[in-house]
Structure formats: structure tokens, C-alpha cells
T-cell receptor, first 110, second 116 residues
Framework: EDQVTQSPEALRLQEGESSSLNCSYT??????LFWYRQDPGKGPEFLFT???AGEEKEKERLKATLTKKESFLHITAPKPEDSATYLC???????????FGKGTRLSVIA | NAGVMQNPRHLVRRRGQEARLRCSPM?????VYWYRQLPEEGLKFMVY????????ESGMPKERFSAEFPKEGPSILRIQQVVRGDSAAYFC??????????????FGSGTQLSVL
């Protein structure tokens, strides 16, 4: 069974204090690892897809990396508007649906 | 360029009533997924549908829950005889093509179901 574990559950940062969120996964035949951002009362918003170990993607202050067992979402010099829950999901082979982790709730304090 | 539309945004039902949640996918998308989210829990897959077909319902309870995606109109998630444990946020997502390596899901804003 595909599994996704995210850590920490919650993270509180000062504005400008860089950090990383972790996503550990177990899946047979990874077809893609996805990062989403979710704001309170809203649906998840797509950020990145990673397909193979060593791959990296960047968007503004966010950078996602992938190894064979985990993915990291690095946040450089975060701002208060980066406060949200960040969700990691994996897709296995065939028609299997996306399996999500519980998310990391990020708070960035000015 | 409307995104995935879900309605209602909030739905209050008493125990034993029926709940109907609607989802209109993005234009050009023919694949619809329903997920349920409980507080402090991740998104849990329920069902995957294409037009007029249920592809995977492995995450949907066998009793009281049903889903459809007719040829015309929105996808419907139906919960009969609701109980308090059904209270959750229900999210719909759509995608244009299943099986493409770059397939990602586009989510709606969800329906918050509260059972009194």
C-alpha cells in the first residue's frame, strides 16, 4: 500500500528564516510526486510535480527536490503570505489515485 | 476559464437526511475524483469517475455513498442517511487526461458538510 508521511506536522518560522519540509514515501513504481499548497477553507493548489530521483523544481521562494525515498520542500526567506498547509502526494503505477500525506502547517510570523 | 466548481460550499443536514454534493470539472476535463478531508487528517481518496463510468470506487464506503458523472451535467456525490461521522470537507478534483505522466489534479474549493 502506498504511504506518505510528512514532517513536521506544524512549523513556525520568523519572516526570512529559511527551512525545509519533509515528505517520506513508500510506493511501488513512482509515477510522480506532487506538492500542493492549501489555504484555510480552500482546495489544494498545485505547486510541483517531480518524477525521478535527483530532479529539482523551483518557484519563487520554493524549491522541491526528490530522492528515492523522500522529497523536500525548501522555503527560502519566507514571507507571511507563504503561511499555508503544504501537502505531498504520490501516484503509483496504473490507474492508482493520488495518495496524500497529512500535510505540514506552516506559519510565517512577521 | 472557470476552475473546478463545487456547490454548495456549506451544507447542513440532520442525521438521517440525504446530502448531495455537486462538482463541475474544468472545461475540457473528463476525469473527476472525489476526496474527503477530516480535521488534522490528509485527503482521503473516495472515487474516480469518467463520463458515465465509475473507474475506481475503492475508497468509498459500500453503504450509503454513491457517485455518478452523467453524460450531461455535473458529477454528484450522494450520501444517504447521513450520520455525524460524515461531517467533513469533500473535495472534487478534475484532470484532462488519465495516464499522462504530467497528469495533475485541479481541485475545487470543497463542500463542508455538517451533520447535526
Amino acid at each position: 500500500e502506498d504511504q506518505v508521511t510528512q514532517s513536521p506536522e506544524a512549523l513556525r518560522l520568523q519572516e526570512g528564516e529559511s527551512s525545509s519540509l519533509n515528505c517520506s514515501y513508500t510506493v511501488s513504481g513512482l509515477r510522480g510526486l506532487f506538492w500542493y499548497r492549501q489555504d484555510p477553507g480552500k482546495g489544494p493548489e498545485f505547486l510541483f510535480t517531480l518524477y525521478s530521483a535527483g530532479e529539482e523544481k523551483e518557484k519563487e521562494r520554493l524549491k522541491a527536490t526528490l530522492t528515492k525515498k523522500e522529497s523536500f520542500l525548501h522555503i527560502t526567506a519566507p514571507k507571511p503570505e507563504d503561511s499555508a498547509t503544504y501537502l505531498c502526494a504520490v501516484r503509483g503505477p496504473g490507474n492508482t489515485p493520488l495518495v496524500f500525506g497529512k500535510g505540514t502547517r506552516l506559519s510565517v510570523i512577521a | 476559464n472557470a476552475g473546478v466548481m463545487q456547490n454548495p460550499r456549506h451544507l447542513v443536514r440532520r442525521r438521517g437526511q440525504e446530502a448531495r454534493l455537486r462538482c463541475s470539472p474544468m472545461k475540457g476535463h473528463s476525469h473527476v475524483y472525489w476526496y474527503r478531508q477530516l480535521p488534522e487528517e490528509g485527503l482521503k481518496f473516495m472515487v474516480y469517475l469518467q463520463k458515465e463510468n465509475i473507474i475506481d470506487e475503492s475508497g468509498m464506503p459500500k453503504e450509503r455513498f454513491s457517485a455518478e458523472f452523467p453524460k450531461e451535467g455535473p458529477s454528484i456525490l450522494r450520501i444517504q442517511q447521513v450520520v455525524r461521522g460524515d461531517s467533513a470537507a469533500y473535495f472534487c478534483a478534475s484532470s484532462p487526461v488519465q495516464g499522462a505522466t504530467n497528469e495533475k489534479l485541479f481541485f475545487g474549493s470543497g463542500t463542508q458538510l455538517s451533520v447535526l
